[in-house]
């Protein structure tokens, strides 16, 4: 249905006049008259009916009309929407990983008051977030991996480097030894049990890998998503894991830096490939990596 043909029929049923249409919209009366039966031809239904002279809308004209309002309105949001130089205005679909939402979104939402642009954030593990990004169910997807363990993305999305933040190795508190290398660390905790994520493999794939160069292959015993739980399993004598340096760590933690090679987390924001052109999303991720670079 044409938009241009739904506009001639809305104005035709504010001004009751063919006449009046043409000279408000710039065009004859008989491309009016020619636009109007098109549409009528294209909705299979009768949209005059003439009276004397002149002519007015029959019940189902009106009725058209009166979507025609809602229709031309809805177009006319989309074009603001779509137009770069407008105010970005809209919802931006979020979801990502923990950490990054305390770190990256939180903050950003303050800097958002006094816009059009507004966030729904949901929390999910960087396979999830990706899953839903394919799906179009969200805009845009906050994940993280480790230098020593890079996970590709494919080609339906590009990545935008955040931030990074170093992770240490988490063991029961003992006697203070003298920090060593990453390997040599993960190496003497060699006959522990090993505790990683229970929702993405990132930190199994640098543990597994730091421990082949070590010549071992760890025992992994225990799955947790959350921090505090694998510091509890860890102080509970139950094993050892990865966690963030800069974690206040509890009784009975002991956080070891892995150094040489540094166990680094890096953090993504990743879009739909064409997708940050949309003006709320491109507010956002602007937003978003003015801080990328940073490491904690």
């Known amino acids: 249905m044409e938009t241009r043909r739904l506009e001639l029929l809305v ?10 249409v043409a000279e408000e919209m710039g065009v004859t009366t008989s491309t009016v008259s020619q636009q109007i039966a098109a549409l009528a031809r294209e909705t299979g239904t009768v949209l005059l009916e003439p009276v004397g002279r002149r002519v007015r809308l029959t019940p189902a004209g009106r009725r058209l009309a009166d979507h025609g309002l809602t229709i031309l309105a809805a177009v ?12 970005p205005a809209g919802t931006v679909r979020v979801a990502g990983f923990a950490t990054a939402i305390r770190r990256s979104l939180l903050p950003l939402l303050a800097s958002l008051d006094g816009t059009r642009v507004r966030m729904l954030i949901a929390e999910h593990e960087p396979a999830e977030a990706l899953d839903l990004l ?12 480790y230098a020593l363990a890079p996970r590709t993305v494919d080609d339906r999305f590009e ?16 006697p203070r030894v003298e920090d060593l290398p990453a390997i040599a660390t993960v190496n003497r905790h060699r006959d522990h049990d090993w505790i990683v994520n229970s929702r993405n493999d990132a930190d199994e794939r640098v543990v597994a890998a730091l421990a082949a160069h070590a010549g071992f292959t760890p025992r992994i015993v225990h ?4 921090l505090d739980l694998v510091q ?4 509970a004598g139950l094993g050892v894991g990865l966690l963030p340096e800069g ?6 933690v002991r956080l070891f830096p892995l150094r040489e090679p540094d166990v680094l987390l890096r953090a993504f924001a990743v879009v739909g490939r064409g997708r ?12 978003l990596t003015r801080s990328r670079g940073t490491t904690w």
């Open 276 to 287: 940050d052109a949309w003006a709320p999303l491109a507010l956002v991720m602007g937003r």
């Open 134 to 145: 394919a799906e179009d169910a969200i805009d845009l997807a906050l994940v993280y991996d």
């Open 223 to 226: 799955r947790a998503d959350s």
């Open 247 to 252: 974690l206040a760590v509890r009784s009975g």
């Open 159 to 174: 990545a935008t480097p955040l931030w990074t933040a170093r992770w240490g190795l988490g063991g029961p508190a003992g």
């Open 11 to 20: 104005a035709l049923s504010r001004l009751g006049s063919m006449r009046e």
């Open 232 to 235: 509890d399993l860890v102080a």
């Open 76 to 87: 006319d949001a989309a074009r603001a929407d779509l137009d770069p130089d407008a105010e």
